[in-house]
Antibody, heavy 120, light 110 residues
Framework: QLQLQESDPGLVKPSETLSLTCTVS??????????WGWIRQPPGRGLEWIGYIYYRGNTYYNPSLKSRVTISIDTSKNQFSLSLNSMTAADTAVYFC????????????WGQGTLVIVSS | QSVLTQPPSVSAAPGQKVTISCYGSSSNIGNNYVSWYQQFPGAAPKLLVY???KRPSGIPDRFSGSKSGPSATLGITGLQTGDEADYYC???????????FGGGTKLTVL
């Protein structure tokens, strides 16, 4: 059974860079049918799409975050990662890693999520 | 401000039917598939409907999706108290080249 597990960075200080990793088990991240991406949800608010990556390294990012985001992939470890720099309190959220279907870009599987708090 | 517009809340009695709307534009819903997700407090969203009207295995047929032009609708029949959750629509926006979601709708089963 497919499992996506986010790493747990916990607390991040303002202006620092968030680094998150999603480990995929029960399926190959090199499967050509899927993108692998990140979505976040501030406390009490809705979902915000951050971006995704294909196993070949092609990336798409939310235009509102593009200047601060990098998503990378390590097929040898079956992992993909999110880097978000210049963190502020507005970036406090639950961050979900997610599998997207290649043919229509829709999310069809979610990790459990990890809460990231930006605070000094 | 979400790209897709959903009502903040809907409510209905147990056993009744409810619909949740999701309004977008030609750059998103109008020309791309829509998914619907159910989210309970403290949990990850769960896929309910994909490609406008298809249900993953294990999702009861009480849940249905439809799409017309730039809008989509999730229908839930035979409401149960266990259906109380937040519901989100999502799709791809071809102009933004990005995924987009609705702001979410809180369902209350009275």
């Amino acid at each position: 059974q497919l499992q996506l597990q986010e790493s747990d960075p916990g607390l991040v200080k303002p202006s620092e860079t968030l680094s998150l990793t999603c480990t995929v088990s029960g399926g190959s991240i090199s499967n050509s049918n899927y993108y692998w991406g990140w979505i976040r949800q501030p406390p009490g608010r809705g979902l915000e799409w951050i971006g995704y990556i294909y196993y070949r390294g092609n990336t798409y990012y939310n235009p509102s975050l593009k200047s601060r985001v990098t998503i990378s992939i390590d097929t040898s470890k079956n992992q993909f990662s999110l880097s978000l720099n210049s963190m502020t309190a507005a970036d406090t959220a639950v961050y979900f890693c997610a599998r997207h279907v290649y043919s229509n870009s829709l999310v069809n599987y979610w990790g459990q999520g990890t809460l990231v708090i930006v605070s000094s | 401000q979400s790209v897709l517009t959903q009502p903040p809340s809907v409510s209905a009695a147990p056993g009744q039917k409810v619909t949740i709307s999701c309004y977008g534009s030609s750059s998103n819903i109008g020309n791309n598939y829509v998914s619907w997700y159910q989210q309970f407090p403290g949990a990850a969203p769960k896929l309910l409907v994909y490609e406008n009207n298809k249900r993953p295995s294990g999702i009861p047929d009480r849940f249905s999706g439809s799409k017309s032009g730039p809008s989509a609708t999730l229908g839930i029949t035979g409401l149960q108290t266990g259906d109380e959750a937040d519901y989100y629509c999502g799709t791809w926006d071809s102009s933004l080249s990005a995924g987009v979601f609705g702001g979410g709708t809180k369902l209350t089963v009275l």
